[in-house]
């Protein structure tokens, strides 16, 4: 069966280190890969995603991902963490080609203090 | 300005009483999904759709109807809704081929 896994329920950081959230999957063919971050009382915003091409993706407010083929994970990284980075995060995965359907792993709330 | 919109935003129900949740996005997607999210089990879809009358199940469609008539508009029907329903929904559009969805502001549906 196809899964997500986002094994921390939360992440605790201190303001201005490195931080990662993890994510990995299980899913037949080629997966493509996505994190999604919720701020409270609001719907998901897209992060970044991962098709083709270079494993280490770049997306909005400085987070990037790579993804391991090997390892199937796909972690969430940031060099320096910023309080308003706190909210709720989502790695989704699409399967069976260009369809719409998609697996969403149970999220993980990621909580930076100054 | 880009959006997708739900209507309504909060509902109470009673169990039995068929309800509709709209959703419409401005962009021109030929995707759009349903999704609910519960706490500890994350987001899962519904319903999604590919283009106009064309639509598929997701992972939890029991108890959900949903229909494509229209490229901006994929409503989710609950013909008789029972407590277990009872949740945050989420509808979502993206281009074909793009893959990035964006996210209405989300739906609280109490059923009692």
């Known amino acids: 069966a196809q899964s997500v896994a986002q094994p921390e329920d939360q992440v605790n950081v201190a303001e201005g280190n490195p931080l990662t959230v993890k994510c990995t999957y299980s899913?037949?063919?080629?997966?493509?890969l996505f994190w999604y971050v919720q701020y409270p009382n609001r719907g998901l915003q897209f992060l970044l995603k991962y098709i083709t091409g270079d494993n280490l993706v770049k997306g909005s407010y400085g987070f990037e991902a790579e993804f391991n083929k090997s390892q199937t994970s796909f972690h969430l990284k940031k060099p320096s963490a910023l309080v308003s980075d706190s909210a709720l995060y989502f790695c989704?995965?699409?399967?069976?080609?260009?369809?719409?359907?998609?697996?969403f792993g149970t999220g993980t709330l990621l909580a930076v203090q100054p | 300005e880009a959006q997708v919109t739900q209507n309504p935003r909060y509902l109470i129900t009673v169990t039995g009483k068929k309800l509709t949740v709209t959703c419409s996005q401005n962009m021109n997607h030929e995707y759009m999904s349903w999704y609910r999210q519960d706490p500890g089990l994350g987001l899962r879809q519904i319903y999604y759709s590919m283009n106009v009358e064309v639509t598929d199940k997701g992972d939890v469609p029991e108890g959900y109807k949903v229909s494509r008539k229209e490229k901006r508009n994929f409503p989710l029907i609950l013909e008789s809704p029972s407590p277990n329903q009872t949740s945050l929904y989420f509808c979502?559009?993206?281009?074909?081929?793009?893959?990035?969805?964006?996210f209405g502001p989300g739906t609280r549906l109490t059923v009692t």
């Open positions: 979502a559009s993206s281009f074909r081929g793009n893959y990035e969805q964006y």
């Open positions: 989704a995965v699409q399967y069976g080609g260009a369809t719409n359907k998609l697996i």
């Open positions: 899913v037949s063919g080629n997966p493509y």
